[in-house]
């Protein structure tokens, strides 16, 4: 009987080893520092893991699918830029005000983004080049572009209003990047677990061959699944701008390797075919509580990288010896 | 002279005795080949000799010494060498470095290139070999390399050296330059064990014939004087083939008719027509371009000339996902590479080719998932506690049942199997032929692949024989014997 007990135990730590360090994260945090556990610094963790976490939502899609997409920080860049450029454009020719134009700014950097992530998922599924080559390239490319049509300055030309997006309250309480932060995990959530689509990429990211031969449409889901996260950057990019006032083509970097920390960190597998959005959820929180807790504990800044660095080698040896434990 | 003896040596396997109590000897100077059809225990013994299996019960000696190996490393170093169909070369690399691999010769801190050089001419010179030593093997053909796998081999010095098929990739012409060389061994002392499928080989090249069968050892015979009909008892025994229902006929209708298929490299021109309700066989030995017919057919790969009609209607450029909206379904050989998704669940399993039916919408329409799976579990009598549990937990005959419950569920008129029977128990085999009866009578024609013969016979209502990539006469099961079929499968 005591034997059972301990093994059901055993069980529920395995299922839940990530709820269970980031709850142990946040009291240990809470006791170290008083100010950790106010509403104000909740909310304000999630406002800053909102941008990065909506990538993440991509970000995992692209993972399952057996995939991976670092050309995310220059295209986060780059729709500030674009944005930010078509509305000072078009209020300096006299066509529209910079608070209407900035629509069409809006518009042109979206369709840029899904040109992009086609063009990702195109060259890796048509050529079998790795994943990691070509948006490799394609980040540098973007870097380029974000600084040529910018001249390298931070392009300036935003309406008031706009900043209502990255820095706007609403009900005067939750931040808007924090709102479209949790609307974007329950569609993401939902196309992975309830849509043939969602299954398909599982299918796809576990085996492609075998997927193939099943008749499911290998190439398509992959194109499918670089396109998506190209959007979630238009919007990390948009929000982004919006919190700074400005499209800057320096902006984002580094975030390639936040996202996939978070998607790692959530269980799933780099190799594709494992995989979910709760466990990316927990991944950007635990990243955030993380940062956060080191910043208010006065932790230096350097110290803080090796820190993230050793947790997601940590997260990874978890997962390897959990997979090793269930075979 | 030296002698390699096993003495009672099994192998258990979980739910198969791969080996049983089986006492052969094996000894050098001469070619003793080593003959089985699948599952005869042939490749497990192999795989004891050159320690990648540990027998169960048994022991084995060399000249009167207990051999006991804790990896192929290891017997490799007690003199154990295995040459095996797979080619271990490595293409970038020159004929020496592939030979010495590991162990090249240094003088200070640099690799001696002029020892190397030397010690591989001589050794190739030794064994007869006409190939340069600083050759890049990427340069080399088929059987060149197979030659330079044996001077690899014969680099150790060993004491017994197994070939497995060795000559299975290759052309006639080949395979005599091959025999001059492993002829030329026999004055060696080494002990030479030769696994082969082709018996029209073993005249040319072995001196005696160990048979297995089921696991068991039937006999050693000198090749001189041996009568092939005798051989070939000694290898399939008394078959007693359990036959398809009477009642199972086929109607006159013409589902698919495949004409002059041909790939441009395994399959050259094969042509067979399939009637609605048919189970059609395809008979021939490994390599003989089997698989890759049914491939071209389904679309897997692409076929470069020919002519496919499904249903009445010319096929242009077939996919996958073309010939499974059509309703064409194929059933892999090679289940945990190609045919599962080992990370998915046995429901996912069981709904990747039907994912576009569950449902109108893009959204999967879970009831209908629900009754999709249990359709298939319930009607192929797949053994499982939950269906989330991960496919890879279930046995082989139950995994291959997911296989075919994948493609069931889009409700097909023709489904390929291509080796429906591999790595699975006797009751699986008949459980998943029952399937092919049933479909049948539904309606639903097969064609079905398989090296082992006697279950073409039991299954199948005609058999279409393939040799060399191409498709020769048609013949029914009633009218034809096992060691018929076989020899039309050798061209003999």
């Not at chain 1, 992959?222 to 959007?231: A, D, E, H, N, P």
């Not at chain 1, 990288?305 to 940590?314: D, E, H, S």
């Amino acid at each position: 009987m005591e034997k059972s007990n301990s093994s059901v135990l055993a069980k529920i730590l395995r299922k839940y080893t990530l709820e269970i360090i980031l709850i142990l994260t946040i009291i240990v945090l809470s006791f170290l520092s008083p100010y950790f556990l106010t509403v104000n610094n909740l909310f304000n963790i999630l406002r800053n893991i909102s941008l990065q976490g909506v990538i993440a939502f991509g970000m995992t899609i692209v993972i399952v699918a057996g995939e991976l997409d670092i050309s995310i920080s220059s295209s986060v860049a780059l729709t500030g830029v674009i944005t930010a450029l078509v509305a000072g454009n078009l209020e300096s020719a006299g066509i529209m005000s910079r608070s209407a134009g900035v629509i069409p700014g809006m518009i042109l950097s979206l369709i840029v983004s899904i040109i992009i992530g086609f063009m990702n998922g195109w060259l890796v599924t048509k050529y079998k080049i790795p994943a990691m080559i070509v948006t490799l390239a394609m980040q540098n490319i973007l870097y380029g572009i974000a600084a040529l049509i910018s001249k390298g300055f931070p392009v300036i030309t935003l309406p008031n209003w706009y900043s209502f997006i990255g820095s706007g309250r609403v009900f005067k309480v939750v931040p808007f990047p924090v709102v479209i932060l949790l609307i974007f995990f329950f569609i993401t959530f939902f196309l992975l677990s309830y849509t043939k689509y969602g299954r398909a990429v599982f299918a796809v990211g576990g085996n492609a061959e075998a997927a193939r031969l099943s008749g499911l449409n290998v190439k398509k889901t992959k194109i499918i699944s670089f396109i998506l996260i190209q959007v979630c950057c238009w919007f990390s990019g948009i929000m982004l701008s919006s919190q700074v006032m400005s499209g800057t083509f320096t902006f984002a970097k580094g975030w390639e390797m936040t996202a996939i920390s978070s998607v790692v960190i959530g269980g799933a597998s780099i190799a594709g075919g494992i995989g979910n959005m709760w466990g990316t959820m927990l991944g950007i929180i635990f990243l955030g509580v993380l940062t956060n807790g080191m910043t208010l504990l006065n932790v230096n800044d350097y110290t803080q990288y090796v820190v993230r660095g050793a947790l997601i080698i940590f997260a990874v040896l978890l997962s390897a010896t959990q997979q090793h434990h269930n075979n | 002279m030296s002698i390699l003896e096993t003495k009672e040596i099994s192998k258990q396997y979980p739910g198969t005795l791969a080996l049983n109590q089986v006492s052969v000897s094996f000894e050098s100077g001469k070619i003793n080949a080593l003959v089985g059809k699948n599952g005869s225990g042939k490749s497990t013994l192999v795989n004891i000799f050159s320690g990648a299996v540990k027998q169960t019960s048994g022991q084995f000696f060399l000249d009167g010494k207990e051999l006991s190996f804790s990896s192929p490393e290891d017997a490799q170093n007690h003199g154990v060498a295995t040459v095996y169909q797979e080619l271990s070369l490595i293409p970038g690399l020159t004929v020496a470095e592939n030979i010495f691999i590991g162990r090249l010769p240094v003088k200070g801190f640099s690799i001696d290139w002029k020892k190397t050089y030397k010690m591989a001419q001589d050794l190739l010179d030794e064994l007869g070999i006409d190939i340069s030593p600083k050759e890049v093997i990427s340069n080399l053909t088929a059987w060149q390399c197979q030659m330079v796998e044996i001077a690899k081999a014969m680099s150790h010095n060993p004491k017994i050296l197994q070939l497995d098929e060795p000559t299975s990739s290759l052309a006639q012409n080949e395979v005599e330059s091959l025999f001059k060389i492993i002829r030329n061994l026999k004055k060696k002392n080494v002990i030479i064990i030769y696994i082969t499928h082709k018996l029209q080989e073993l005249s040319q090249i072995a001196d005696n014939v160990t048979v297995l069968r089921d696991g068991k050892l039937i006999g050693v015979r000198e090749i001189a004087g041996l009568p092939h009909q005798e051989l070939i008892n000694m290898m399939f025994g008394n078959v007693e083939i359990k036959s398809r229902p009477a009642d199972l006929k086929y109607s006159d209708e013409v589902i698919l008719d495949v004409r002059h298929i041909s790939d441009g490299r395994k399959v050259k021109d094969a042509s067979f027509q399939l009637h609605k309700g048919e189970v059609l066989g395809i008979a021939g030995m490994l390599g003989s371009g089997r698989t890759e017919l049914l491939s071209c057919i389904f679309g897997a790969q692409q076929a470069i000339s020919g002519e496919i009609s499904f249903q009445g209607k010319k096929i242009e450029k077939p996919t996958p996902t073309k010939m499974n909206n059509l309703g064409m379904a194929m059933t892999q050989e090679d289940r945990k590479r190609i045919g599962l998704n080992l990370n998915g669940t046995i429901g996912q399993n069981l709904c990747y080719a039907s994912l576009n039916r569950l449902g109108n919408s893009f959204i999967v329409d879970r009831a209908k998932e629900k009754q999709f799976i249990n359709r298939q579990i319930n009607d192929l009598a797949i053994k499982v506690s939950s269906t989330d549990y991960q496919v890879s937990s279930l046995s082989g005959g139950n995994q291959q049942k997911v296989v075919v419950g994948n493609w069931l569920n889009i409700e097909p008129q023709v489904i390929l199997f291509d080796e429906p029977s591999r790595g699975i128990d006797v009751n699986a085999k008949q459980q998943i032929f029952k399937i092919v009866w049933d479909q049948a009578a539904r309606g639903v024609s097969s064609v079905i692949v398989s090296t082992e013969l006697e279950e073409l016979i039991e299954v199948c209502h005609r058999i279409v024989i393939m040799r060399g990539g191409k498709t020769y006469e048609t013949v029914l099961p009633e009218e034809i014997t096992i060691e018929k079929l076989y020899s039309m499968c050798m061209g003999e």
